[in-house]
């Protein structure tokens, strides 16, 4: 019995799978190395994790577990393993790799082609024969991950606030969350996960696309992701993960195509197809 796992900033999608084909899956909070230690990593684990598990009575036959996650650098990855190691004690395989790895074995497989993740934060790479070989590094929500939610996120609220949109919208926006721009300053510059909070206004977008601006907004999102990332790449098929990427699949096709790029796949979620990369033969 293995357990995959496939963690963002906002939440982590973990899937156990049996050796008969039978697969379940569960959610706990994100997991990222970056700002969190292994004790905070291994409460979260064995505060959310393991009680789901344990009343499903597996947690003791779990024998490898495969974690991909946001900020699993060759540096930060051994504390996550530290703390999945505390919490499965009797799996004899544990590895831990970027949730870059995880999007392009899901979207490549061991083919050739371009790989993106498009959720609260943003990544993406060229992907051939079960390697990374090309990365444009996505340096986090404030010095990149274009084409993320967070990005736009931060594009929609500093265009509202500064009279980019209208006030119709503005309205709607401080109604629909209860805030208003102290609010918002509190949030993005003193409080943790500024990024989880941005990140979920772009539903406020999803909600709003058939406003004129909205749409441009939206598109020029996509577009700027596009042009400053994607034609780095040479022109293979790209494919997409991501819940923002689900969401706005249309737009971001028409983006595509109308920079001369090949549209792959678009999934919600990665693991359906790294469930099909580690099915148990």
């Known amino acids: 019995m293995i357990l995959l796992a496939d963690s963002g900033s906002t939440k982590t999608h973990w899937c156990l799978m049996t050796e008969s084909g039978q697969s379940s899956e569960f959610f706990t909070d994100g997991i990222n190395p ?4 292994s004790e905070a990593m291994r409460n979260s684990i064995s505060n959310q994790l393991l009680p789901q598990l344990a009343r499903l009575m597996w947690v003791g036959t779990i024998e490898a577990v495969y974690f991909y996650g946001a900020g699993c650098t060759a540096e930060k990855s051994p504390f996550v393993e530290d703390a999945l190691r505390a919490c499965f004690k009797k799996a004899s395989e544990v590895e831990v790799q970027s949730d870059m790895i995880g999007a392009a074995r899901s979207l490549v497989g061991n083919g050739r082609g371009v790989a993106c993740i498009l959720g609260t934060g943003a990544n993406s790479c060229l992907f051939e024969e079960g390697k990374i070989v090309k990365n444009v590094p996505a340096l986090g929500f404030i010095l990149g991950d274009e084409g993320s939610g967070a990005v736009l996120g931060k594009r929609l609220v500093s265009d509202l606030y500064k009279n980019q949109l209208s006030d119709e919208l503005k309205a709607k926006f401080e109604k629909e969350y209860d805030t208003n721009v102290a609010q918002v300053i509190e949030c993005v ?4 996960f500024p990024n989880r909070y941005l990140a979920q206004f772009s539903k406020f977008c999803s909600a ?11 598109y020029d999102h996509f577009d700027y992701f596009a042009k400053r990332i994607l034609t780095q790449y040479p022109k293979v098929p790209v494919g997409f993960v991501g819940s923002v990427a689900y969401y706005y699949k249309d737009i971001l096709g028409k983006v595509l195509e109308d920079n001369g790029l090949i549209m792959g796949k678009i999934l919600q979620s990665p693991m359906e197809g790294m469930k099909e990369f580690h099915a148990i033969k």
């Open 34 to 37: 970056f700002f969190q230690t």
């Open 189 to 192: 510059y003193r409080k943790p």
């Open 208 to 218: 709003n696309i058939e406003d004129p601006l909205i749409s441009k907004l939206v």
